[in-house]
C-alpha cells in the first residue's frame, strides 16, 4: 500500500495514559488494521508520557513505551504527532507550545487549556506551519468540530445550543424520571464514574462554559473567555422545579448556548426548561447532544456519548488520521486556522429570555400585589402565577410562589428580585431558571 513520496508509518507521542489516553491506545489497537486498510497508514503510539510506569491501567502496553522524561517525545524526529492527554491548563498548555517549537503536530482532549489558551496555541501552529487539532475537547465521541469545519464549512450559523456535560445530564434526568433529589443521583453518579469526587466543574456549569468557549471560537470566530461567559450550574435544582416544568410540558437541562443576532453574539450556560417538542429535551442521562442552525443546511442535532474513554479515543484517533492524511500530502498546516479571534461581532453576554422564578413568602394578603409592583416598575411582565398550598415551619404559614415572565435581560430581571427580597414578607429566591420558546 505504500504511496509514492508518501511516510505511511505515523509515530505517534502521547503524554498522559489516563482514561482518555487508555481509550486512544485500545481504539488504536482495535482498528489498527481497518485503519491502514482505509487509510494506507500504518499509526503507532511509539512513545508515551507516564511518570507512574508500575500503576495498573488496566491495558497491557510494553513498558518499553513509557518514558517519565517528556523531552524523550519532543526531541524524537521520528514522532510527527505529539497527542496531550494529561489535563488541566498547565503543564499541559506549554506541553503543548513546545511540540509544535520541535514541529509537531498536536491533538487534544483539553478543553480547559484551549478555552484559556487556544488563541496562543493556533498562532503557535501557523507560525510552525503545524496542526492542532481538538475534537474530542467539547463532546468526547461526537463529531461536531469536524462537522462543522468540513461538510457545513458554506454555512454561516447562528445558533448553537448544546447539551455539553454527561454529568449534569445524567443528575437532571434521574430527578425528572425517577423523582430523586439532587444528592442522592449525585452520590449514585460518582458511585457509577459518571462524577468526580469532586464535581464541582461539572455541576456548575465551568466544563460546560470551557466547551462552549472553543465552541464559539470555531463556530463565530470571537473569542470569549470563559470566565466571561454567563454561568449558572444545576445545585439549586429542586423537586418543585422538576415538578413544575413536567406539569407544564419541559425538560430542565443544563443548556450551552451561543447565538448571533444583527452582529452580535450572546451566550449563556444555564438550567433551561427546554419544550418537550425540542430535540434536546429527550436527551438523557450520560449522553451529549450539539443543535445547530446555520443559514443553508437549517437545524442539524448531533448526539451520543460526550465521554468515556473508547467514544472519546476514538475522536482523539480520528484527529491523528486526519493529520496523518494533510502531512502526506505535504499539506501539513492551515491557511486559517480552525479556532478564530476575528469576525468582529460584539459580544453582549446575553440575550433576553423567558424566566421562571421561584420563590418562598409569608402567607398573608397582598404579598402577590407588592411583588407584581416591583416587577411592573422594573418593566417586567408577568404571564403566569402559580401558589403552591400553604405550610407551617418554625411558626410561621409559608407559601411557594412561582412566575413565569415575558423576556427581560437577566440583570433586569436579578435587580427586580433584589427589591423583591428587601421585603418584609420575603424568605428567599429558590430559583431562576431560562424557559426555552
Request: charge should be negative; charged fraction near 20%; glycine fraction near 8%.
Amino acid at each position: 500500500m505504500e504511496s509514492k513520496g508518501m511516510n505511511n508509518h505515523i509515530k505517534v507521542g502521547m503524554l498522559g495514559i489516563g482514561n482518555v489516553g487508555r481509550g486512544t491506545y485500545q481504539a488504536l489497537e482495535m482498528n489498527h488494521d481497518r485503519i491502514l486498510e482505509t487509510t494506507g497508514f500504518d499509526i503507532e503510539i511509539t512513545r508515551i508520557l507516564n511518570r507512574h510506569p508500575d500503576k495498573d491501567r488496566g491495558i497491557d502496553i510494553p513498558k518499553e513505551k513509557y518514558t517519565a522524561d517528556v523531552n524523550d517525545i519532543f526531541n524524537d524526529p521520528e514522532i510527527s504527532i505529539v497527542v496531550e492527554l494529561i489535563g488541566g491548563i498547565e503543564p499541559a498548555t506549554e506541553y503543548m507550545a513546545e511540540a509544535i517549537r520541535h514541529g509537531k503536530s498536536v491533538v487534544t482532549a483539553n478543553k480547559a487549556a484551549l478555552a484559556v489558551n487556544g488563541k496562543y496555541l493556533a498562532e503557535l501552529a501557523q507560525e510552525h506551519h503545524v496542526l492542532l487539532r481538538f475534537e474530542a475537547a467539547v463532546a468526547g465521541g461526537i463529531p461536531i468540530l469536524t462537522s462543522l469545519t468540513t461538510a457545513l464549512l458554506s454555512n454561516s450559523f447562528t445558533d448553537v445550543q448544546g447539551i455539553l456535560n454527561g454529568t449534569t445530564n445524567y443528575i437532571l434526568t434521574q430527578m425528572s424520571e425517577y423523582g430523586k433529589d439532587y444528592a442522592e443521583v449525585l452520590k449514585d453518579a460518582q458511585a457509577k464514574g459518571f462524577a468526580e469526587a469532586d464535581p464541582t466543574a461539572d455541576v456548575e456549569g465551568f466544563d460546560a462554559a470551557n466547551k462552549l468557549s472553543i465552541l464559539i471560537s470555531l463556530v463565530f470566530g470571537l473569542g470569549v473567555a470563559p470566565d466571561k461567559i454567563p454561568t449558572q450550574g444545576i445545585t439549586a435544582i429542586g423537586s418543585e422545579d422538576i415538578a413544575y416544568a413536567k406539569e407544564s410540558g419541559y425538560n430542565i437541562k443544563l443548556i450551552a448556548s451561543a447565538r448571533e443576532r444583527n452582529g452580535k453574539m450572546n451566550c449563556s450556560v444555564s438550567p433551561v426548561m427546554m419544550p418537550l417538542s425540542h430535540p434536546l429535551a429527550s436527551v438523557s442521562n450520560e449522553f451529549n447532544a450539539v443543535f445547530v442552525t446555520g443559514n443553508a443546511v437549517d437545524s442539524l442535532m448531533f448526539y451520543g456519548r460526550g465521554a468515556g474513554p473508547l467514544p472519546t479515543g476514538s475522536a482523539v484517533l480520528g484527529d491523528i488520521i486526519g493529520i496523518a492524511r494533510k502531512q502526506g500530502k505535504d499539506s501539513a498546516y492551515d491557511l486559517v486556522p480552525q479556532l478564530r479571534y476575528d469576525s468582529g461581532l460584539e459580544y453582549s453576554e446575553e440575550s433576553t429570555s423567558k424566566f421562571y422564578v421561584r420563590m418562598t413568602v409569608t402567607e398573608k394578603p397582598g404579598v402577590l400585589g407588592k411583588i407584581t409592583t416591583i416587577f411592573g416598575n422594573a418593566g417586567i411582565s408577568v404571564e403566569a402565577i402559580q401558589q403552591k398550598p400553604p405550610y407551617d415551619k418554625n411558626g410561621e404559614r409559608l407559601a411557594t410562589l412561582i412566575f413565569i415572565l415575558f423576556e427581560v435581560e437577566r440583570m433586569q430581571l436579578m435587580n427586580a428580585l433584589d427589591e423583591v427580597l428587601k421585603l418584609d414578607v420575603t424568605k428567599s429566591i429558590d430559583n431562576v431558571i431560562k424557559v426555552e420558546e
